[in-house]
Each structure stands twice: as C-alpha cells, then as structure tokens.
C-alpha cells in the first residue's frame, strides 16, 4: 500500500454468498445478503428488509449493486493503492502534474477505507 498504508481487515477476496440473489433462497426471504471471505463465514451483510416487516423487493437491484461493491472492496482497494503509487512515481520522476487532479481523491478514498479519516 501507498505511503506505509496497510489494510488491517480480512484479506479477499470477498464474494457473495452462493445463490445469493436465486429468489428462494433463504437469506433472500429473510432480508439479507451475506459478503463472505475464505477465512470467515460472513465479512458483512446487505439488508433490505427493515423492522417494518417490509419484505417486498423494492430496492432489490440497490441491494445486488450495494452487495457487489462491498464484496469488490478489496480488490477496489489495492488497484487504487496501485494506481497511486504509479502516479506518485510519474508526477515525481516525470513532474507530471496534471495528475495530482486525480492523486488527492484517490488519497481521500484509500484513507477512508483504511479508517484513517475522521
């Protein structure tokens, strides 16, 4: 990671439970969709139905983009600490400045990710 950052989480990759989106799956009928690691049973859920009983699918493609973004994270992680330090190297070696556009958001989210933000 860029700048001594580490990542201190459950190491990827991260999928989605098997069958998670089949429409009579269990997890599916109880509100939930579970993002797992190969060295844990479950890393995080995405839930849709709330304390209102609710449990009609309203939000069900928002549930399958949230559920997929969660369980890229790690993958997402490391190509934004990868392409930094690529950028630190070229704005650095090459004064390329037009990157620092895209240096200090990149930045911003890693840190964010990391829990180095307030």
């Known amino acids: 990671m860029t700048g001594g950052m580490m990542f201190k989480g459950t190491p990827g990759p991260w999928r989605l439970e ?3 989106f089949e429409k009579d799956w269990p997890g599916c009928l109880n509100g939930h969709i579970g993002v797992n690691a190969p060295s844990h ?3 995080a859920q995405v839930v849709w139905r709330m304390s209102d009983g ?4 309203k939000d ?3 549930l399958q983009a949230n559920a997929h973004l969660i369980a ?7 190509a934004a ?3 930094l330090s690529v950028m630190e190297v070229e ?3 090459n004064n390329r400045t037009d990157l620092a556009q895209f240096m ?3 930045r911003a989210a890693i840190a964010k990710a990391l829990g180095e933000t307030k």
């Open 18 to 20: 098997d069958d998670a």
């Open 41 to 43: 049973t479950l890393i």
């Open 54 to 57: 609710d449990t009609h699918r």
């Open 60 to 62: 069900y493609p928002e």
């Open 72 to 78: 890229a994270a790690p993958e997402l992680l490391e």
């Open 81 to 83: 600490s990868m392409a």
């Open 91 to 93: 704005y650095i070696t």
């Open 104 to 106: 200090e958001p990149l």
